[in-house]
């Protein structure tokens, strides 16, 4: 599957390492439902740098869609928040 | 839903409003390149804007750092006076400049990556402009009709998210330069006409107590010479009362 952290580019990774980030992705919902600065940056921290280690950069020229989107490295709780209260973000 | 699959759509939507909606497969895939190339401009805009904002807090840190030496300098000087009162207005004084550069550093830090950032993404977006503009000739070349309409309709929604995915990095600095902006405006003002120049304005008052122990001293000194001087026409006078040139410089005699 193909995971594109904003701000930084795509990377292909394994259908085999999907549970691992699954795990990490249901961690980082929980400390946006839950309103928690602190665990949503480290969640947040932990979910890019498994995306960094299992994948692989998608090279410049293969202008591919990605399955999933993960925010910018640096992004806050609030911002966070707002953006998935944007547009094609609430519900299936 | 998961947050990595509400952000796709998020981005999707975004991406959506990009896409020129074009007959031709093949037209589209020039339009789209039109469109990476617009970005690709706005990108290296917003960078330029980033730089700027950049500078001012460098200049604006610059100003208020010299403001804290020139205080240093005159606690300094006012101990070497005697003057321990005015050292500890002094000292005071540049300690209250101290969070004003502290949040000047923060914002510098803030800024910084946000230009590294950009310069990542316009470095990135035109390194797929430059491989866009061959693949969509080899694209338009290549595909039958049936092919291309799904080839190339994944190629240009692809193009299309790393469009979005810029936009919204330039999005993102430019909001972060914009409330910094309001904030270097009041530090400007506050440079400029504000609290903190007076404080340490040539003619603010710390310098002027001490230019006037400085001046007294001085007169003291000159005096002193004098009297030196026509000591040596009369000694007998003179010299008696005054053996050496006297040393009240260092001994602070001001009025307080």
Same mark, same amino acid.
């Given at each position: 599957m193909i995971v594109r952290i904003l701000g930084e580019g795509q990377f292909e990774v394994a259908e085999s390492d999907r549970p691992s980030l699954h795990e990490l992705e249901t961690t980082l919902d929980t400390t946006i439902e839950g309103d928690d600065e602190a665990a949503f940056t480290s969640a947040l921290a932990a979910l890019i740098a498994e995306v960094r280690r299992l994948g692989t950069p998608l090279p410049a020229d293969s202008f591919t869609s990605s399955d999933r989107v993960i925010p910018?490295?640096?992004?806050g709780l609030d911002e966070t928040k707002a953006l998935l209260s944007e547009p094609g973000g609430d519900d299936h | 839903m998961g947050v990595m699959k509400r952000m796709s759509g998020i981005l999707q939507a975004k991406t959506n409003k990009l896409l020129d909606k074009a007959e031709d497969p093949r037209e589209s895939l020039d339009l789209s390149y039109q469109k990476l190339l617009e970005n690709l401009q706005k990108v290296r805009r917003s960078v330029a804007d980033v730089t700027t904002a950049k500078k001012r807090i460098e200049l604006q840190a610059t100003q208020l750092q010299g403001q804290a030496d020139k205080l240093q300098q005159q606690a300094k000087d006012a101990l070497a006076q005697n003057r321990e009162d005015l050292a500890r207005e002094a000292l005071a004084r540049r300690a209250a400049l101290a969070p004003q550069l502290a949040d000047l550093q923060t914002q510098h830090q803030q800024v910084a990556t946000q230009e590294q950032k950009l310069i990542a993404t316009a470095q990135n977006l035109q390194t797929q402009v430059d491989a866009f503009r061959t693949k969509k000739e080899t694209m338009k070349a290549t595909y039958t009709a049936a092919e291309a309409q799904t080839k190339i309709g994944e190629a240009v929604s692809g193009i299309s998210e790393s469009m979005g995915d810029a936009g919204m990095s330039v999005q993102r600095a430019q909001d972060k330069i914009d409330s910094m902006q309001a904030r270097a405006g009041a530090m400007d003002e506050l440079l400029a006409s504000g609290a903190l120049t007076d404080l340490t304005n040539p003619v603010d008052d710390i310098q002027a107590q001490l230019d006037q122990v400085s001046a007294t001293s001085t007169v003291d000194a000159d005096l002193a010479a004098l009297k030196a001087e026509l000591g040596t026409a009369a000694p007998a006078q003179l010299g008696a009362a005054e =053996?050496?040139? =006297?040393? =009240?410089a260092d001994q602070g005699e001001a009025p307080a």
């Open positions: 910018f490295e640096d992004a | =053996p050496t040139v =006297p040393a =009240p």
